[in-house]
């Protein structure tokens, strides 16, 4: 089993920026896929980004050259820089992780980007 904890979120101003961060409470960086998802309300839940075990990362249209994805493998921590933040970045943000046959959720960090 592995337990994903993500923090960070909260309210920004448009322009703004955040970084979120999701622990995990074992070392899995080598083994599974880890990415964020997000959920805007009344919308269904979508993909943001990933990183792959190489280090490989990929983003949502909506995201890219926007938001980057890193990892801390030491630490056990993935995180999401996210800069030039829009109001329909508003969102619950979750932490993912994927390897074939097996995948974990992490419970979510809300974002709102107000003014």
């Known amino acids: 089993q592995v337990q994903l904890v993500e923090s960070g979120g909260g309210l920004v101003q448009p322009g703004g920026s955040l970084r979120l961060s999701c622990e995990a409470s074992?070392?899995?960086?080598?083994?599974?896929?880890m990415g964020w998802y997000r959920q805007a309300p009344g919308k269904q839940r979508e993909f943001v980004a990933l990183?792959?075990?190489?280090?490989?990362?990929n983003f949502a249209k909506s995201v890219k050259d926007r938001f980057t994805i890193s990892r801390d493998i030491g630490k056990n921590i993935l995180y999401m820089q996210m800069n030039n933040l829009r109001p329909d970045d508003t969102a619950v943000y979750y932490c993912?992780?994927?390897?074939?046959?097996?995948?974990?959720w992490g419970q979510g960090t809300g974002v709102t980007v107000s003014s």
């Open positions: 993912h992780a994927v390897r074939y046959g097996s995948e974990y």
């Open positions: 074992r070392n899995i960086f080598n083994s599974y896929t």
């Open positions: 990183i792959t075990t190489l280090g490989n990362t």
